[in-house]
């Protein structure tokens, strides 16, 4: 199994910047596609960004141009660059994993969780 831990989250005002972090053990991420999601208060999971083994990036469109996604496979962490933030950001980001080879993305682990908030 691979266990996920996010950190790096915490309250910022808008505009500012923060740096997420994903710990991941159990097993070696480098073939891994690694995702970043959120969950703002009642709504639903979103998709935020994500990076294929091959080191190609895909972004939501709310995260383009302000987010940036990278990982350091010999550290095992995948990292979240938020900049502009925005009040809009304020949810609880999650990290996941999809630890198939193949085109087929499919997340199967997930961290706990790190709060971002943003005020105005």
């Known amino acids: 199994q691979v266990q996920l831990v996010e950190s790096g989250g915490g309250l910022v005002q808008a505009g500012g910047s923060l740096r997420l972090s994903c710990a991941a053990s159990g097993r070696p991420i480098s073939r891994y596609r690694m995702g970043w999601f959120r969950q703002a208060p009642g709504k639903e999971r979103e998709f935020v960004a994500s990076i294929r083994w091959t080191g190609t990036t895909t972004y939501a469109d709310s995260a383009k141009g302000r987010f940036a996604i990278s990982r350091d496979n010999a550290k095992m962490t995948v990292y979240l660059q938020m900049n502009s933030l925005k009040p809009e950001d304020t949810a609880v980001y999650y990290c996941?994993?999809?630890?198939?080879?193949?085109?087929?993305?499919?997340?199967?682990?997930w961290g706990q969780g790190t709060q971002v908030t943003v005020s105005s």
């Open positions: 996941a994993a999809d630890p198939r080879g193949d085109s087929f993305i499919r997340y199967d682990y």
